[in-house]
């Protein structure tokens, strides 16, 4: 899906006019801005020809629908702008080969059940790569050509290092899914970075708690940190997964579409029947203001609340309360074992990184240069 601009002369200004394969979607993403308006004259969307207007539009759309900006650029290729900004590539146009390329391979990755996220990622990165390369046609591409975008995204666009990686598995899919024999595995991936997860304490995650007073954002974290869901995990559930007679909580395809069942207290459970009674949810378990999933973005926000009203400096993010509930069950004594299941982790080595971060492990070691002191 994609938006075409283009300048009209409309009330006396230049305005930015917005045309689009009819789509009920992106026709209720638009309307969500408030300085876009109707031309029953022109018959399309339009908003302010100003760069800041402009921006906006691209902010909003951004992940939602592709804007191409290609007609209202100025002669020099860059966003009429008061400040300097790099310039940005222009995207290539709908009907070129490598966009029918790309339609093979999202077909290809959803017969392979791939999560509709990773399928959305790998394409944007490949449209991003085509947009600042002009590239039309993936089947023409050489291995110097991939060394060479390879490079410029760590030397000029400075991505990370999971960023570099994901680019390095969608241009593999490409290749596999349009049959171009080419061996990515040539291609050297960055090296890997061992950083330990970032955790609260028991009391920070007390405070987060019992200082939000909505119920419905209090019973999301709460759930979150007292089950270990990864936020897609969360957003995904449905009424009927929470088993109250066993007490557990089925998850559906986590990540690597695998399915699990996690134990879930009495505490939860009373306050999951307190939730349901107040909200009343259709089919989710949390949904969003008219229905539907609810947005993971909107529950980072609950997050960010959170932290703000309890006064927490500390960096932090909903997977964080995933990292703290491992934690915080590994010094209570459960078996790391399982741990892993609860997480659903492939491999016990991705659970131990979880005894690096563990105060009762840690605290346990003496350092040598008490025992010199103790005797001075």
Sequence with gaps: MAIRLFRLHHRDASQLGIRYKYDQKIKEHLKKMGNIKWSSTHKCYYLPDTSDDLRQLINHCRGVVWVDIGAVRTPAGTI?????????PALVPNDSVSHDQLRKMELYMEQRRYAPATIKSYLSMLKQQMGEVGLSDFSTVTMDDIRAYNVRLVHEKKVSFSHQNQWINAMKMMLHAIQVPIDMEEIERPIKRHSLPNVFSKKEVEELITKTANLKHRF????????????????????QDIDGQRKMLFVREGK???DRMVPIGDGLLNQARTYYKAYQPKEYLFEGQFGGVYSSRSAQQVLKQALKRAGIKKKGTLHTLRHSFATHLLESGTDIRYIQ????????????IYTHVSETSLGMIRSPIEDILDGM
């Excluded at 759930?223 to 449905?238: C, M, Q």
């Design 256 to 258: 690597g579409l695998k």
């Design 341 to 352: 299941t609860i997480l659903g982790h492939r491999s016990p080595k991705t659970t131990m």
């Design 80 to 88: 009429p702008s008061s400040k300097p900004k790099k310039e940005k």
């Design 220 to 239: 999301m974290l709460s759930l979150l940190y007292g089950t270990g869901l990864r936020i897609g995990e969360l957003i995904a559930l449905k009424i």
